[in-house]
C-alpha cells in the first residue's frame, strides 16, 4: 500500500525554525517527484514547493521562496521541508503529496499524507 | 498570479446532480485536476487530466472542460459526497511557474 506519513509539527514563536518529515512507502521512492501543500486553518489548500525524484531541481510558492527549503533522502524514503523565520500566516496544516508524472508539472498529486499541523504563535 | 475560481458552495438533493466549475485565463490549455477533501482529512484525487477517473472512483463523477472553464459533475449525489472539492492546475505561463489550487467548494447534500 502507498503511504505517506508526515511528522515534525508543533507550536513554534515566531520567527523560529521547525523541520517536517514525510516517510514514503509501498513504493518506489527516488522515482518521483513529491510535493508540500498547505492549509491554514478553514482555508484553501496552497501549494508549497516540489522536488525532482533526484533532489536536483526545486521550486517554492513565492510566499516561502528564501524562507523553506524542500529537501530529500532517497536512502530513507523521506522527504522533509525546513521552515526558517516562521511567521503567523504560516499557520497550517502540512500535506506532503506524490506527483504522479515527475517530467512535465501537468500531472496530478496522488497520494496526500494525512498531514502535520505547524502553529506559530507566541 | 495565476487564481482559479471556484463557487463557495453548491447544494444538492440526494439523487440529483451537482456541478462545480472552476475557472481561469488560458485553462483550456492545461490539464485541470479535481480533489475531494472531507472534514478532517487528506484530499482525494478523484478526477485527473480534465476528464480521467482514477481507479475506485465511482462512474458518477466526472469532469469537463470547455474555453476558460472546467467543471465537475456529480451524479446521482449520495450524503458521502458532502465534502469540499478543489480544482489544481499548473502555471507555467508565468515568470514564477507553480502549482494552483482553485478557491475551494463546498458541496452540502440537503
Known amino acids: 500500500e502507498v503511504q505517506l506519513v508526515e511528522s515534525g509539527g508543533g507550536l513554534v514563536q515566531p520567527g523560529g525554525s521547525l523541520r517536517l518529515s514525510c516517510a514514503a512507502s509501498?513504493?518506489?521512492?527516488?522515482?518521483?517527484?513529491m510535493h508540500w501543500v498547505r492549509q491554514a486553518p478553514g482555508k484553501g489548500l496552497l501549494w508549497v514547493s516540489r522536488?525532482?525524484?533526484?533532489?536536483?531541481?526545486?521550486i517554492y510558492a513565492d510566499s516561502v521562496k528564501g524562507r523553506f527549503t524542500i529537501s530529500r533522502d532517497n536512502a530513507k524514503n523521506t522527504l522533509y521541508l525546513q521552515m526558517n523565520s516562521l511567521r503567523a500566516e504560516d499557520t497550517a496544516v502540512y500535506y506532503c503529496?506524490?506527483?504522479?508524472?515527475?517530467?512535465?508539472?501537468?500531472?496530478?498529486?496522488?497520494?496526500w499524507g494525512r498531514g502535520t499541523l505547524v502553529t506559530v504563535s507566541s | 498570479s495565476y487564481v482559479l475560481t471556484q463557487p463557495p458552495s453548491v447544494s444538492v438533493a440526494p439523487g440529483k446532480t451537482a456541478s462545480i466549475t472552476c475557472g481561469g485565463n488560458n485553462i483550456g490549455s492545461t490539464s485541470v485536476h479535481w480533489y475531494q477533501q472531507k472534514p478532517g482529512q487528506a484530499p482525494v484525487l478523484v478526477i485527473y487530466y480534465d476528464s480521467d477517473r482514477p481507479s475506485g472512483i465511482p462512474e458518477r463523477f466526472s469532469g469537463s472542460k470547455s474555453g476558460n472553464t472546467a467543471a465537475l459533475t456529480i451524479s446521482r449525489v449520495e450524503a458521502g459526497d458532502e465534502a469540499d472539492y478543489y480544482c489544481?492546475?499548473?502555471?507555467?505561463?508565468?515568470?514564477?511557474?507553480?502549482?494552483?489550487f482553485g478557491t475551494g467548494t463546498k458541496v452540502t447534500v440537503l
Open positions: 489544481q492546475v499548473w502555471d507555467s505561463s508565468s515568470d514564477h511557474k507553480g502549482y494552483v
Open positions: 522536488i525532482s525524484s533526484d533532489g536536483s531541481s526545486t
Open positions: 503529496a506524490r506527483d504522479t508524472g515527475g517530467y512535465s508539472g501537468y500531472d496530478p498529486f496522488d497520494p
Open positions: 509501498g513504493f518506489t521512492f527516488r522515482s518521483y517527484w
